[in-house]
């Protein structure tokens, strides 16, 4: 079914807006909750809640790109699982190595210092539109899609190596360009 006919469903109420969804993009989004949980259960359930937010959210919004929007509300519903789970019984995920990586950017007490989150996303997209695209993409692949560093260079085109080196450069540069923008110590 076309994405024009499932956001039709859902605007009519339609439970038919969930299986469609699930037949069309169930897999997709079982891979966007994957990058952030490594239990399968626990993928369901936020795949799950994705389908519940989508139901919640149209109407009164119409996405202009039905897959863009629902793997936004897969990922999310994942990171608030994974949050809610606790530290303590964590497996390892792309999620958690990410946060590891750009930690180092940001300062480990960036979010006990409570720093405005909306600031910050502002300074990180104005570094980001200086970067050359294909840096850009890559760093996007890796810490907003969560890809692993193999898989953001698969995207890319890029060697595992060269990608691994590049988003080293980015996060230094980032961190510079968020200490001069007064983000960090």
């Not at 109420?13 to 699930?22: C, V």
């Not at 950017?105 to 909306?118: L, N, R």
């Not at 600031?119 to 760093?139: Q, S």
Request: charged share 30%; proline share 3%; hydrophobic share 40%.
């Amino acid at each position: 079914m076309e994405d024009e006919k499932i956001v039709a469903l859902y605007w009519q109420r339609d439970e038919r807006a969930i299986r469609e969804t699930e037949k069309k993009y169930g897999r997709y989004l079982m891979g966007v909750a994957g990058r952030v949980l490594s239990d399968r259960e626990d993928r369901r359930e936020s795949v799950n809640d994705a389908y519940l937010r989508a139901w919640d959210s149209m109407p009164p919004h119409r996405p202009a790109v039905l897959s863009a929007y629902l793997g936004k509300l897969a990922r999310r519903a994942a990171i608030d699982l994974w949050r809610k789970k606790g530290r303590d019984k964590r497996a390892p995920s792309e999620y958690a190595l990410s946060l590891t990586e750009l930690a180092e950017c940001a300062g480990p007490d960036s979010t006990s210092q409570a720093v405005d989150a909306h600031l910050l996303a502002e300074a990180i997209d104005a570094y980001l539109r200086t970067l050359p695209d294909k840096t850009r993409w890559l760093f996007l692949r890796r810490y907003y899609y969560l890809d692993s560093v193999a898989g953001a260079a698969r995207f890319c085109g890029v060697s595992v190596d060269a990608a691994a080196s590049l988003l080293y450069r980015t996060r230094l540069g980032l961190k510079k360009y968020l200490q001069e923008e007064g983000f960090t110590l």
